[in-house]
């Protein structure tokens, strides 16, 4: 997927000109280059600022608002436990630690080898099915200790 | 598109295909209005929406003037699902009165609430629906623009839509000169990108602008000044999915059905403790008893009904002496609780209320936006306080000023998330004092959850 | 009628207007209301909720900085519950507030403090949360922020980017984590701030605090009201002063800059207390400067005077006043020339800057300024720029044209470099150096030729059409695209979008003036504007931007060699007698040399033999350098009245100590007209004198005595004389300036000119051909050298090269060159060049843009010894400026 792809402004450029036409294209562009990216990297933000003529600190505090944005790389696996209320009541903190301590970091870090990043999630609307996981976007429900730690070991392997 | 096609279409397609499926698990204590064609029909084709008498209520509505379709949405009664139960009729009447070249439709599919997710389901289970409700309020209001602002946590749900108004386009339904009117109408999907208080109307406007998720002040309201600064009305999913029955059948009809104050249906979200979890859709002045025993089928195994937890984390928590309480706007007011969207979480005698209700003011917390500082500053503070009484570092006289800080940061923050956030720990509070009193002064958690100095199951 | 909403303030019934915030009533009212968040200039947000209110129609508090009253309604702004909210507010601002007071900066000038005061909140936490701790940016040289201080009011972002119109501050992360910083808080190398420190000035708390230079607190200091001594815009600012040291500068919110300021009026005030100032009258023997003390200098001065008349008469005297200097002190000065000299050969530096302007509107409309004011910038629906880069010359005006983008206004402009202010604008029209006519020229020709001019305006209020139009049609945008080096139809459009506009306002500055053909520039502005009726309306008009804080002033006291104050003839025999009447004195009816004809290129005839010079220097700012040198060589005797030894006063043979404008009272007059007060701040520094009083006792010392107790007697003899002046007094302007023309002590004013009729009665279409610069590039000098300033300098240095931090940015010369001008020459990017020209040689830094044309060079004039050795000096035959903005030069690699 989009793990450190390399930089390529001319081909943002033309991107961010698909969306020209369009009011307030900036959270749309912003998806575009956090698909592609993992993250949004400065250049973008400043290539983004240019051509709408937005200013670059204003698009910054638009990323850092959002927490499906990043402004630093990410893993190349998005891992999320679902921390809605559901899925708390079913334990999904237990789960949050669970991860945080095989993985020996802290929610919205990444592994040091740039594998996994735990990233926040808020209700993901499966409750009747939690406690939920979510791997790169896609949800896995019912989750427990045991197929969390499988899942990740597949990831792993890949 | 014409009437003429359409009701070629409807009619072809029928005489190929009469059969649909039918929805498994449909209670029968439910009625379908909003979930008409959920699991009933391929949510991806156009032709079985219309074969279900689809784009026949924006047809209809063309027909009549701005004003009628309005007063015919007054009729009905109908009050925003999104959980403050505005009129919508009204709100419609006044984007209607406001003139303006441009006017935008919003509808609002952020559904961030923890434990909510009727709206997924709705949109997931028939866009087209959705789109037609849209065009109908575009119509209504005099817009010719509308969004709709899907959570990215959804992706089918916005996939759907995408290509249910890609279908419709491309059958002439959705654009210029729609039914041969000289009413043009377009629709355009915004995805959120993980903010709860995106879900609040003016914080959403924002975000479609290109901005950071910030609350506005209200008044102006968004009807008056909205989205890029036009008149704009912003409806629920589920508002907008009850309109087109209330245009084929009538704001008469419609306003028969539920309560007085609260007329129609309501989609519930289940989930928790009970057996069976997922949505229903109910006529509204169903009680809680019935929600967990007759639909939820009761208690899981090992599990006693503890709690109910109503409207998310600005909602509120009721106990086994509500079970005969009325679910629909106005009743669980008295019991400091609301309805809210719909979203029902039922807690069993293992899940602690304190630490449930400590687990909502994280939300709370996480998600303010951080712009007036009582919510921005007080909804950390009551995280912090909650948080001391789960470790068991609290006396009786910091519940007090728990209480008062709650009514500090509700009686002055900016929008709906600040004033509501502390409203869990006025009815916990309230319905569950001893509980506190258990914490603070026993230091005991007894279902064991929280890390108190003496741990699990007290005496 | 107006429609009144009426309704009650804590018992007591008020008036509304139409959407006037129940705040604004109150503020009106002197009724308290705390507010952390609101600011007059931008819609409030209601995020600090400090001003909550309540309301008889609501159960809930209201912020009134949003609520507009409705009829009947009942306020209390002081019940038990108001009260309590705002006290809770307080404490919870204060709980994740760093308990710091003792040693921040803010001390005493923190409205979190205040209020913590007024409202009784202990400075014990009351609640438990993590006090802010984030990292401080002090990256900027001249602030830094320190986030942990920030309440998130938010009125740094909304200054810098809805009113500066710069954006270069965000917030950033959300709800308790959410900071204020620079663009990826990065520092000030990945931001767009350009310190104009707007955002310092607005923070309520001490979160964004200047870098201070001397430790003060707050209750130690005392304010002073006065106007910026740098640009013609004129904004006005309280000096803050520990004893006679200033510390601060805060901008007010008044007219003309609605509590702006720019990088120079914020930070730029060091040179004030500067150790170099000039303490004590200096005299040179054998070449060195020794002290004297103000007899010495004063006897040495009138000796020579008496010596020089003798001998060579009253046509070898020159002085150059100054424009930098007060309204007074340029009036007392041509009066010194006229009466103790009796010469008119009085100059000063507009002659470099706006002689052409003051020619050619003159001739056209009648009068040579702004004919709208700086609060009309606003007001536009379009804005057309040409040879000014607004943004870096008069920041706040640029600021001003930024908000008129942002509520609608069309912005085109016509430069040689993509500006600023060309990469917002919605048409940039990049042309060369010198090719302005062409492009007016063809401009007019489209909206001639595609009917969009204003035939009714035309008709009614202007003559000469005819001749004008014949010249017109022979610009098609073809023929002048190819002279422009831009697009046709980058003309085309530039025509259209202008003639479409209602109010559309023309603003130049010294790319338009400074040419061998200057006038002509100037006229076919005017021409431009009449066509298409834009001008004698609100925000519709043509506006030269005067560059320096008095050069409008200077001119409009006589500071020239052909007009008495108020611009009145000296050759005209009823004019002359005016003024011989009024000053008892016989007076010359010869128009005086000019700055550059005579007298600092007056070398090859020698007739000047004695010059004066008060506050000017011309040996860096005139062209052709080692002419200047040459002239003032060859000079008999110069005095040099200055605050600093300025590179013209090495020249002298006395050099009188002068004080600064913070050291004395006077007027200085703003580039749209308007005579605004500076007040005495400090003391004289040292042994220095103000100028107007140097002036005086000179004058009474040579026979002519002048007693003037303080300079609004000056000024009230100015508006004796000076029918444009006449209803100024110190009275009248103590708050607010005035802008001339001023009729009479009754007459409010004049906002805009040419309402209903030209002061010359019908606006005056000329011919103009394109004629293009004197000296064009050739085989042995095939670069176009073009000059220009730059944000963080004023004219020579002689203030802004005092304050460190401010000449830290711009410390030594440089050129502006693309990348295939660097090729061809083999340049990197701050290399060290020679630059050449027929006149001399200088060197510079090398900087490489993409916002310049091939084969142009552009260099800052602000350095000795730098762009002006290499100008040209060719002069308009009109108003003699010389061609500063283009000459054929060579870059000569320096190894
Ligand atoms: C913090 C907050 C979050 C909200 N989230 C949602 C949401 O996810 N979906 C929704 O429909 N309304 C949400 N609302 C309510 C909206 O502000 C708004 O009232 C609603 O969209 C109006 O639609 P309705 O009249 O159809 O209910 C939220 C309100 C607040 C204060
Ligand atoms: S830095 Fe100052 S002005 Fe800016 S938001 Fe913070 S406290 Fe307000
Ligand atoms: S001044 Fe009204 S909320 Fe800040």
Not at chain 1, 41 to 63: D, F, R, T, Y
């Amino acid at each position: 997927m989009n793990h450190l792809k390399e930089i390529d402004l001319k081909q943002f450029g033309i991107i961010i000109d698909r969306f020209k036409d369009i009011k307030g294209p900036l959270i749309p562009i912003l998806h575009e280059a956090e698909n592609l990216y993992g993250y949004i990297p400065i250049e973008i933000q400043n290539l983004i600022s240019q051509k709408l003529k937005i200013s670059n600190a204003e698009i910054n505090g638009v990323a850092s608002f959002y927490t499906m944005f990043h402004t630093e790389p990410t893993g190349k696996y998005q891992i999320g436990i679902c921390t809605g209320t559901t899925c708390h009541l079913n334990g999904s903190s237990k789960l949050l630690k669970h991860l945080e301590q095989s993985l020996d970091i802290k929610e919205g870090e990444t592994t040091s080898d740039g594998q996994f990043t735990i990233i926040p999630v808020k209700c993901i609307g499966n409750c009747d099915v939690g406690p939920n996981i979510t791997v790169d976007g896609r949800v896995h429900n019912n989750m427990n200790i045991k197929k969390l730690d499988k899942i990740i070991e597949d990831l792993s392997k890949r | 598109m014409n009437q003429k096609i359409l009701d070629q279409m409807k009619n072809n397609f029928l005489k190929t295909n009469p059969i649909f499926t039918t929805p498994k698990n449909v209670h029968p204590l439910e009625q379908r209005i909003v979930l008409k064609n959920y699991q009933v029909i391929d949510p991806e084709s156009i032709i079985e929406y219309i074969a279900k008498d689809g784009y026949q209520s924006i047809s209809k509505a063309l027909k009549m003037t701005q004003e009628d379709v309005v007063n015919e949405v007054i009729k009905s009664k109908l009050r925003g699902r999104g959980g403050v139960g505005f009129p919508t009729g009204l709100k419609w009447k006044f984007a209607l009165e406001y003139e303006s070249d441009e006017k935008y439709v919003i509808c609002n599919a952020d559904e961030g609430e923890p434990g909510t997710f009727m709206d997924r389901h709705i949109l997931e289970g028939d866009p087209h629906n959705n789109i037609e409700g849209m065009m109908i309020a575009g119509y209504a209001i005099g817009a010719t623009k509308g969004y709709i602002y899907v959570r990215a946590e959804y992706p089918l749900a916005a996939a759907r839509l995408q290509k249910a108004i890609y279908d419709a386009k491309e059958l002439g339904i959705l654009g210029n000169n729609i039914f041969d009117t000289n009413f043009n109408f377009n629709i355009e999907i915004r995805l959120g990108a993980g903010a709860f208080i995106c879900g609040e109307e003016t914080a959403l406007m924002e975000s479609i602008e290109g901005k950071r998720g910030l609350s506005r002040n209200k008044p102006p309201f968004p009807a008056q000044i909205g989205l890029f600064e036009e008149p704009t009305i912003i409806n629920n999913v589920e508002t907008i999915a009850s309109i087109t029955s209330i245009i084929t059948n009538g704001g008469e009809w419609y306003k028969k059905i539920g309560t007085e104050k609260s007329t129609g249906t309501k989609v519930f979200s289940l989930s928790g403790k009970t057996k069976n979890n997922g949505i229903f859709e109910i006529p509204m002045g169903i009680s809680l008893r019935e929600v967990i025993y007759n639909i939820g089928g009761g208690m899981k195994e090992g599990s006693t009904f503890k709690a109910a937890f109503t409207g998310g984390p600005s909602g509120g928590v009721l106990d086994e002496t509500h079970l005969d309480v009325i679910i629909d706007f106005d009743s669980l007011v008295k019991y400091s609780s609301i309805m809210g969207s719909g979203g029902i979480i039922i807690a069993d005698q293992n899940n602690c209320i304190i630490d449930t209700i400590k687990h909502f003011m994280e939300f709370n917390a996480d998600e303010s936006c951080g712009k007036c500082t009582p919510c921005r500053e007080g909804t950390t503070i009551l995280y912090n306080m909650l948080d001391d009484i789960t470790k068991g570092k609290s006396s009786m006289e910091d519940l007090e000023k728990l209480k008062h800080l709650a009514h500090v940061v509700s009686s002055t923050s900016l929008c709906g998330l600040g004033q509501a956030a502390p409203d869990p720990i006025f009815s916990a509070i309230r319905h569950f004092y001893d509980e506190f009193v258990d914490h603070i002064k026993h230091k005991v958690c007894k279902a064991g959850v929280c890390d108190m100095p003496v741990t699990k199951g007290g005496e | 009628m107006e429609k009144l909403i009426k309704f009650k303030i804590d018992g007591v019934e008020y008036n509304a207007k139409e959407n006037e915030t129940v705040l604004d009533v109150c503020k009106k009212n002197d009724i308290f209301i705390p507010t952390f968040c609101h600011d007059d200039r931008f819609a409030s947000e209601a995020a600090c909720r400090m001003c909550l209110v309540e309301t008889s129609n609501s159960n809930k508090l209201m912020t009134s900085c949003t609520l507009i009253p409705t009829e009947g309604v009942e306020i209390q702004t002081n019940s038990d519950i108001v009260l309590e909210a705002r006290q809770e507010v307080l404490k919870l601002t204060w709980a994740s507030h760093p308990n710091d007071c003792v040693v921040c900066e803010a001390d005493g000038n923190c409205k979190l403090q205040d209020y913590m005061y007024y409202y009784d909140i202990p400075s014990e936490k009351e609640y438990n949360i993590e006090v802010r701790d984030f990292e401080i940016d002090d990256s900027n040289k001249f602030f830094y922020i320190d986030p942990s201080k920030c309440i998130l009011c938010g009125k740094c972002i909304n200054v810098c980017d809805q009113l500066v119109g710069v954006g270069a501050l965000s917030f950033n992360e959300r709800g308790k984590d959410t900071y204020v910083s620079f663009a990826f808080n990065k520092g000030m190398d990945f931001s767009t701030c350009v310190s104009c420190g707007n955002c310092v000035s607005v923070c309520p708390t001490g979160a964004l605090v200047e870098k201070s230079h001397t430790k003060f607190r707050t209750k130690e200091t005392r304010k002073v009201r006065t106007t910026c001594p740098y640009c013609g815009v004129g904004c006005q600012f309280n000096l803050v002063l520990k004893g006679d040291t200033v510390v601060r500068v805060d901008p007010i919110n008044t007219t003309p800059n609605e509590g702006l300021l720019c990088i120079k009026g914020k930070f730029a005030y060091r040179y004030i207390n500067h150790p170099n100032r000039l303490k004590s009258p200096l005299i040179k023997k054998n070449g060195v400067f020794y002290e004297a003390t103000w007899e010495e200098a004063y006897t040495l001065i009138v000796n020579k005077i008496s010596q020089a008349k003798k001998t060579y008469g009253s046509s070898a005297f020159a002085g150059l006043t100054s424009a930098k200097c007060t309204n007074e002190e340029n009036y007392l000065f041509q009066k010194f020339m006229r009466i103790i000299f009796g010469t008119n050969n009085i100059d000063h530096c507009a002659r470099l800057c706006h002689a052409s302007t003051v020619t050619g509107l003159a001739t056209t409309l009648g009068s040579g300024a702004m004919t709208n004011s700086i609060s009309e910038v606003k007001n536009h629906d379009v804005i057309f720029v040409i040879g000014s880069n607004t943004t870096e010359t008069h920041p706040v005006i640029g600021s001003f044209m930024r908000q008129a983008k942002k509520s609608g206004a069309k912005i085109i402009v016509a430069e040689p470099r993509k500006i600023d202010l060309a990469k917002e604008a919605d048409l940039f029209v990049q042309i060369k150096p010198g090719t302005n006519v062409a492009l007016l020229n063809g401009m007019m020709n489209v909206i001639y030729n595609e009917n969009l001019y204003d035939k009714e305006f035309i008709r009614k209020r202007t003559e000469n059409f005819d001749d004008f139009i014949k010249v017109v049609k022979q610009y098609p945008p073809e023929r002048c695209a190819k002279i422009c080096g831009c697009s046709v139809d980058g003309i085309i459009e530039a025509a259209r979008i202008y003639a479409a506009g209602e109010k559309a306002g023309i603003y130049y500055a010294m790319g338009i003036t400074q040419h061998s053909n200057g006038t002509n520039h100037v006229k076919s502005i005017a021409n431009l504007a009449m066509l298409t009726g834009n001008i004698g309306k609100e925000s519709s008009g043509i506006n030269p931007l005067r560059g320096q804080n008095n050069v409008q002033g200077a001119c409009d006291v006589g500071g020239l060699p052909d007009v008495y104050p108020g611009y009145q003839k000296v050759h005209l025999p009823e004019v002359k007698a005016k003024f011989e009447k009024a000053w008892g004195v016989k007076l010359s009816d010869e128009i005086g040399h000019s700055l550059l004809s005579h007298i600092t290129h007056g070398a090859k005839d020698h007739s000047i033999k004695f010059l004066y010079i008060m506050g000017e220097n011309p040996i860096v700012s005139d062209p052709d350098i080692t002419n200047v040198k040459e002239a003032l060589n060859n000079m008999n005797f110069i005095v040099v009245q200055d605050i600093f030894l300025t590179e013209t006063a090495q020249y002298a043979d006395v050099v009188l100590p002068a004080s600064s404008y913070a050291e004395k009272d006077g007027t200085f007059t703003n580039t749209e007209r308007r005579v605004q007060r500076i007040r005495k701040a400090l003391d004289p520094i040292g042994d220095s004198k103000p100028d107007w009083v140097i002036i005086q006792e000179l004058m009474t010392l040579l026979g002519y005595p002048q007693h003037f107790n303080h300079p609004s007697e000056i000024m009230d003899e100015i508006a004796s004389l000076s029918p444009i002046y006449a209803g100024i007094n110190y009275d009248r302007i103590d708050k607010i300036g005035l802008q001339w023309p001023v009729h009479n002590k009754n007459h409010p004013g004049t906002k805009y000119l040419h309402k209903d009729k030209f002061s010359r009665g019908l606006g005056l279409f000329t011919p103009i051909e394109y004629l293009g610069a004197k000296e064009l590039p050739d085989d042995e000098y095939p670069l176009t050298l073009t000059t220009g300033r730059v944000l963080y300098h004023f004219h020579t240095r002689t203030m802004t090269g005092k304050c460190t931090r401010i000449n830290e940015l711009v410390p030594n010369n440089f050129i502006e060159i693309n990348q295939i001008t660097a090729k061809k020459y083999k340049l990197d990017d701050m290399e060290e060049v020679i630059i050449k020209s027929r006149r001399g040689e200088t060197t510079a830094e090398v900087h490489i843009t993409d916002i310049i044309g091939d084969n142009i060079i552009f260099m800052p004039f602000h350095f000795a010894d730098g762009a002006n050795m290499l100008t040209n000096v060719v002069l308009d035959e009109t108003c003699d400026i010389p061609e500063l903005k283009v000459a054929a030069c060579e870059i000569v690699k320096k190894s």
